[in-house]
């Protein structure tokens, strides 16, 4: 499609946004959330609706979708808690500033949009070794949603919180899309633009495997849920890492060719 085309049509969309979601777009120019609109109104309603349990957020970056969350849980006087998730460093976050910064905006946002009460912040990067540090942040048996939207790391998040999971509850996963971005890791781009692809790719090996049945898609964003009669023996981590190193050497393969023309020019 035309760039121009694009930037216009896009401009129409959020005038569309602006008047029929005010919230939301609100929400989102105020946080300079990285999601549509639309997208947060969608997590807003369905996790109002969900049983009275706490979720967990992964990739909170400056709130705007933890606030969506938030009011959700507020609006219909749950007692539970988001739990959310965020590096505050590195990517995307590196566009604020260093880790201070990105803590302090955040939080900001949380109080400006009065969610504090409803979210329990876990400041770090979940890794493999303390994703129970998190989970010892659940205060209800199981939790009634989880939402990825962070560095693509669906093994992780999956291996982590699909468990405590109770049966029907919300998945939702962004940068679901077959769309390399392949370039050299650096500290704005720490996956090297393999995030959508490795998103998707995950993903997809998950449905296969039956742990999440999709609903909705908006954009990037999947809306899903865990099946009552889902068997999680099938989910193989040494699968995962097949699927996360070949994205791996896809990145490397583009890179070295593009390399390889640069030099013969
Ligand atoms: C695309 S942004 C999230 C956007 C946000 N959900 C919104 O509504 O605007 C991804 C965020 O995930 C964070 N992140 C990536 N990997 C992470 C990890 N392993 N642990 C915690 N946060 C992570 C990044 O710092 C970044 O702020």
Redesign the pocket.
């Given at each position: 499609m035309n760039k121009t085309f694009k930037f216009i049509l896009k401009k129409v969309y959020f005038l569309y946004e602006a008047v029929t979601n005010y919230r939301f777009y609100n929400l989102r120019k105020q946080?300079n959330?990285?999601?549509w609109p639309v997208v947060?109104k969608t997590m807003y309603e369905q996790c109002r609706n969900l049983p009275d349990l706490d979720i967990i957020?992964?990739?909170?970056?400056?709130?705007?979708?933890?606030v969506a969350i938030a009011w959700g849980m507020k609006d219909a006087n749950k007692k539970s808690q988001l739990i959310v998730?965020?590096?505050?460093?590195?990517?995307?976050?590196s566009d604020v500033g260093g880790y201070d910064d990105n803590l302090a905006l955040i939080q900001e946002h949380f109080n400006k949009f009065d969610v504090n009460d409803k979210i329990t912040l876990f400041p770090?990067?979940?890794?493999f070794d303390n994703g129970n540090d998190v989970i010892s942040l659940v205060t209800t048996k199981t939790i009634a949603a989880f939402i990825h939207?962070?560095?693509g790391?669906l093994d992780?998040d999956f291996l982590l919180f699909w468990p405590i999971l109770k049966s029907n509850g919300l998945i939702i996963v962004?940068?679901y899309a077959d769309e390399p971005k392949y370039k050299p890791i650096s500290e704005r781009h720490p996956q090297g633009g393999t995030k959508s692809v490795m998103t998707y790719r995950l993903l997809n090996q998950i449905i296969e495997w039956g742990l999440v049945k999709t609903s909705k898609k908006i954009g990037k964003t999947i809306f899903g849920y865990k099946p009552a009669d889902a068997d999680f023996s099938r989910f193989d981590l040494e699968v995962c890492n097949q699927i996360i190193e070949g994205v791996k050497r896809e990145r490397d393969n583009f890179l070295n060719e593009r390399e390889a023309v640069v030099q013969i020019r």
């Open positions: 946080t959330g990285m999601l947060y957020e992964i990739g909170g970056a400056t709130g705007a979708g933890s998730v965020e590096k505050c460093e590195g990517g995307t976050r770090q990067e979940v890794t939207d962070a560095d790391r992780r962004d940068d």
